[in-house]
Each structure stands twice: as C-alpha cells, then as structure tokens.
T-cell receptor, first 114, second 112 residues
C-alpha cells in the first residue's frame, strides 16, 4: 500500500521552513527520501532505518517514528534549489531487511520563490 | 549524471505493439530496479534483479517482463501495449546493502 504524503504541495519564500510528512499503514523497516526536479530523475536524499533516528545533511533532515509508521522531512532556511517534488519510499518490515523494494508516495511538490 | 544509462529517452508507439527498454547500471552495481511513473500513480515498483536473478516483483503486469544479462544490463519488455501504459519508466541501480538508488534519466513511453 502506498504511503500517504502531506501536504500535496507547498509554496515557500526563500528562507522559510517546511515539513513534509509520510505515513504508512504498515510496519516499516526503513523510509527513504528522494527529490525529483521537473524532467529529471529522482535523487537520493537519505535513508532512515527503524530505531527512531534522525538524520540530516546541510539544512535538510528527517525523522522516523517506527511506532507510528511515520516519517517527516524538515527543510530549514529553504533555498531556490530545494524546489522539486519530494517522495518518500517505504520498505515494509516483512520484505526482508535491506531488499529496498520501495513503495513510493505520490509526492509533495515544493516551490521556493524569491 | 547518476551513471545509470537508459535508452531510448523517448518512445512513441501504437496500441498492441511491443517495445524493449534498456538499462545499463552503474559500474559495479549488481542490483537493477524498474519503476513506472505516471501522473496518477506516482512511482510504482515493477521488478528487481540482482546479478541476473529476479529478486522481487511489484505491480508488474503479465504483459511486461524483464531480464538482467550476464553483463548486468537489463531490459524491460512491454507487449500488447495499451494507452494506459504511457508513462515514464525509470531504471535504478544500487550497491547491495546500501539502499541508495541511483536512477537513470528514464524512458518516456507514449502509446497512441
């Protein structure tokens, strides 16, 4: 089953913060985040494994609450380059750890304007 | 550039036809994944191959098949094409155990 992402779309001004949520109805082994710019391939951002860890690089970070089967992606002090569609991909616990056969959400379109 | 090569970039064909999409993974990657991206369904996992063997199937129709060859390149065959098969087809490769998928630039399939 496809994870549910919210919001579907968001518009930010440069420097503003945003949170994108990803929720699954299944127990998860991992959550993966990707960003796709229009007409391009998805680019890997980060993986979160069960354990409730929070990861991040630069001003983009994420958390994973395995009990709630939810993950959130945090973008702080947004830049124009952050524009794109963000996808979460989930790997259910029963799939076998590390199989990485991901089910992606429908995406959140983020637009950063000057 | 992800290092994953997909050909062709665009493909226009008619209903009922058969096409083959090709993917060359990054050097050293043994895993190849195929995904279908459409506006209404988003990115859908189709199939995963590892070192020539099928590992898992996702939402892949029986009209679709894939294989991975000894040189690790993969082909996705789509037959008896329907209008609804029009989509962007991505191939991705990964190093076993890393979880990080490198996507190719995709093949845009238009079925008329």
């Amino acid at each position: 089953q496809q994870p549910v992402q919210s919001p579907q779309a968001v518009i930010l001004r440069e420097g503003e913060d945003a949170v994108i949520n990803c929720s699954s109805s299944k127990a998860l082994y991992s959550v993966h985040w990707y960003r796709q710019k229009h007409g391009e391939a998805p680019i890997f951002l980060m993986i979160l494994l069960k354990g409730g860890e929070q990861k991040g690089h630069d001003k983009i970070s994420a958390s994973f609450n395995e009990k709630k089967q939810q993950s959130s992606l945090y973008l702080t002090a947004s830049q124009l380059s952050y524009s794109g569609t963000y996808f979460c991909g989930t790997e259910p616990s029963y799939s076998g750890a590390g199989s990485y056969q991901l089910t992606f959400g429908k995406g959140t379109k983020l637009s950063v304007i000057p | 550039d992800s290092g994953v090569t997909q050909t062709p970039k665009h493909l226009i064909t008619a209903t009922g036809q058969r096409v083959t999409l090709r993917c060359s993974p990054r050097s050293g990657d043994l895993s190849v994944y195929w995904y279908q991206q459409s506006l209404d369904q988003g990115l859908q996992f189709l199939i995963h191959y590892y070192n020539g063997e099928e590992r898992a199937k996702g939402n892949i129709l029986e009209r679709f098949s894939a294989q991975q060859f000894p040189d690790l390149h993969s082909e996705l065959n789509l037959s008896s094409l329907e209008l609804g098969d029009s989509a962007l087809y991505f191939c991705a490769s990964s190093v076993e155990g890393s979880g990080k998928l490198f996507f190719g630039s995709g093949t845009q399939l238009s079925v008329l």
